[in-house]
């Protein structure tokens, strides 16, 4: 990217995540209110991720995922609990704490998806030129994202046709062509909801593991 493209990119970073984290907030809090409600002891999940040029950084999530740590609840409570995680997790609703690490310069709002250090060396194993998707930023959404690539990898296909969006997108990127994802990001929870619907439906092409509990990627 030139260095032009690069100074408008991070000028639209500080810009548009400030002002989200300001019109959001009110969001925030009360999505924090109901996962505390919901038994989450701490609704916030840090986790390490691997970023620009393989550089570690601590992402910030809404923990959607229940663990040892979460207060007991009745079965009623269990039940809201569990559709509250799936909402948050199908919406994308989980990811607006990043908002944070785009400000601190940790992320980007549009680039490739950062990936845990466990699946960052399982993936580099698998597909010979993984680690070129660490050129850029990590996004909050993305190319991938975009084309259906989101949530869990749970196969080689589905694996390598992430990697090509991400790549896709490295070559592509301009201001205009991140506008143009980030307004699509607005829709991706409908069609997402929609290919929940249809997931057991047979296709040919490696389709996103929907069915599937959301692994933290």
């Given at each position: 990217?030139?260095?032009?493209?690069?100074?408008?990119?991070?000028?639209?970073?500080?810009?548009?995540?400030?002002?989200?984290?300001?019109?959001?907030?009110?969001?925030?809090?009360?999505?924090?209110?109901?996962?505390?409600?919901?038994?989450?002891?701490?609704?916030?999940?840090?986790?390490?991720r691997v970023g620009f040029e393989g550089r570690i950084f601590v992402i910030f999530k809404f923990r959607t995922l229940?663990?040892?740590?979460?207060?007991?609840?009745?079965?009623?409570?269990?039940?809201?609990?569990?559709?509250?995680?799936?909402?948050?997790?199908?919406?994308?609703?989980?990811?607006?704490?990043?908002?944070?690490?785009?400000?601190?310069?940790?992320?980007?709002?549009?680039?490739?998806?950062?990936?845990?250090?466990?699946?960052?060396?399982?993936?580099?194993?698998?597909?010979?030129?993984?680690?070129?998707?660490?050129?850029?930023?990590?996004?909050?959404?993305?190319?991938?994202?975009?084309?259906?690539?989101?949530?869990?990898?749970?196969?080689?296909?589905?694996?390598?046709?992430?990697?090509?969006?991400?790549?896709?997108?490295?070559?592509?990127?301009?201001?205009?062509?991140?506008?143009?994802?980030?307004?699509?990001?607005?829709?991706?929870?409908?069609?997402?909801?929609?290919?929940?619907?249809?997931?057991?439906?047979?296709?040919?092409?490696?389709?996103?593991?929907?069915?599937?509990?959301?692994?933290?990627?």
């Amino acid at each position: 990217m030139f260095d032009h493209n690069r100074s408008v990119k991070r000028a639209c970073d500080i810009l548009f995540a400030g002002v989200g984290l300001l019109v959001l907030f009110p969001v925030l809090m009360i999505i924090a209110v109901l996962l505390f409600g919901s038994g989450f002891r701490n609704p916030l999940f840090l986790q390490k991720r691997v970023g620009f040029e393989g550089r570690i950084f601590v992402i910030f999530k809404f923990r959607t995922l229940r663990d040892r740590t979460c207060r007991p609840l009745s079965a009623r409570g269990l039940r809201f609990a569990e559709t509250l995680s799936s909402i948050l997790r199908i919406t994308g609703l989980d990811e607006l704490p990043q908002f944070i690490n785009v400000l601190r310069g940790d992320m980007s709002l549009v680039g490739p998806r950062p990936h845990s250090l466990a699946d960052h060396h399982r993936f580099t194993k698998h597909i010979p030129d993984y680690t070129a998707r660490l050129a850029i930023k990590p996004g909050m959404t993305g190319w991938a994202q975009i084309q259906g690539w989101r949530g869990p990898v749970c196969s080689t296909d589905h694996l390598k046709a992430r990697i090509a969006c991400d790549l896709e997108y490295i070559d592509r990127q301009t201001p205009l062509f991140d506008c143009a994802i980030l307004i699509r990001t607005v829709a991706l929870p409908f069609r997402t909801l929609a290919r929940y619907r249809s997931q057991r439906q047979p296709h040919r092409a490696p389709q996103p593991c929907l069915g599937r509990d959301r692994r933290l990627v």
